[in-house]
């Protein structure tokens, strides 16, 4: 991947540029940022122009044999961790290189901005919970202890590095301290917290911060041929995602459900209309599915948090199509310094609760008795 094709990060690119201009490659090094932000792609065009053998000032040159390999992620001296877990065609001891086929697929398919749920969907691990085991500890281990083939550098990529467990964190640790020499590590993670201290203290960090309104519009438009409407709303909606963006922009009417069944619920909790909840719970939310009942509740999320820009006199701030402002502008009183973290905590705890498999009807009812008291403090 080119450092070109990598929306936005202007900065980091040429922080990133600089450091092997300079003979200045950390060994270890942590992009650390939301999901769609682009940490994956960020990494695979560092990788590539490290290694590439003609690479000019601004990106690698996309022609040499090196990086025609790291292109099409086949390249010897680029190595992955990514969480796994068994499914119809690995039953037992999966680890990353049994997967390393999907895996290229699935980067390909998703121009490197991958995301956890997505990439599980593409395992068909069913309701399993990925992880990063011993396993692939150990075989990326193995595959370090030996010289590079035919670049300068060996470079191993860990995705979702919060989810090494124990184990494989502690077996990993000392080879991160101290890789063999042209060995380096690229670790990619979305929640610092997950992340085993000692592992974080021997990386070099790197924020990636979430994509900034204007470039996801523009991407949008540049690389889905999107209108400037469609684009504006979906760069809204999306808060600095591209994986979100891409999927409002091209499923717009995925997006309006969940903003009238959110619309619907929150009035219904406002009125305390038990049966209404009932049938919305059974009728409109249930059947979502894990992965979509996920995103609805972290829509919600993005109407508090634009509720509190109307609440903070920050009307221009708010990133919104036009009716769904309009309602977030009616809906802001309800939503204020008493009540606004517990009910943030409320949907985080509850997207947690999905993503562990928990009832959907039970999570989504109490989360309606609590959001009617809830709204109701001022």
Not at 104 to 112: A, I, V
Not at 208 to 237: F, P, S
Not at 242 to 270: N, S
Request: charge should be negative.
């Amino acid at each position: 991947m080119l450092f070109a094709d990598v929306i936005g990060h202007d900065d980091l690119k040429k922080r990133l540029i600089q450091s092997v201009q300079e003979s200045r490659v950390p060994h270890a090094q942590l992009f650390l940022g939301p999901e769609g932000s682009g940490k994956l792609p960020l990494a695979l065009a560092y990788a590539q122009y490290i290694n590439c053998t003609n690479r000019s000032e601004t990106d690698s040159c996309g022609e040499c044999p090196s990086c025609k390999k790291f292109m099409t992620l086949t390249h010897p001296d680029l190595h992955f961790v990514f969480p796994t877990a068994t499914n119809k065609t690995v039953k037992q001891d999966p680890q990353s290189d049994l997967f390393i086929t999907e895996w290229r697929e699935y980067l390909t398919d998703c121009q490197g901005y991958a995301d956890l749920s997505n990439w599980f969907t593409k395992l068909d691990i069913e309701n399993k919970q990925g992880i990063i085991n011993v396993r692939d500890a150990a075989t990326i281990m193995r595959k370090l202890s030996f010289k590079a083939y035919e670049s300068e550098y060996k470079i191993a990529i860990i995705w979702m590095a919060e989810k090494l467990n124990m184990q494989s964190a502690n077996k990993l640790l000392k080879l991160i301290e101290e890789p063999p020499e042209k060995t380096m590590f690229i670790l990619i993670a979305e929640h610092q917290e997950e992340l085993l201290t000692t592992i974080r203290s021997r990386c070099v960090m790197l924020k990636v911060n979430k994509l900034g309104h204007q470039e996801t519009q523009q991407a949008l438009i540049d690389r889905l041929g999107c209108d400037e409407q469609q684009a504006y709303d979906a760069a809204a909606l999306a808060n600095g995602s591209w994986i979100l963006a891409r999927h409002y922009a091209q499923d717009i009417e995925e997006e309006k459900l969940y903003a009238e069944t959110f619309q619907k619920w929150m009035r219904y909790c406002f009125r305390g209309a038990v049966s209404e909840l009932i049938d919305l719970v059974a009728n409109d939310i249930k059947p979502l599915g894990r992965e979509k009942q996920k995103e609805f509740l972290e829509y919600g999320l993005n109407i508090f948090h634009n509720s509190l820009l109307f609440n903070n006199n920050m009307s221009d701030d708010v990133m919104l199509p036009a009716d769904e402002k309009s309602f977030t502008k009616n809906f802001a009183p309800f939503i204020n310094t008493k009540n606004a973290a517990k009910i943030c905590e409320l949907f985080e705890e509850s997207i947690n609760q999905i993503e562990r498999n928990a009832n959907a009807s039970i999570v989504f009812l109490d989360d309606s008795f609590k959001m009617s008291k809830l709204l109701r403090i001022k």
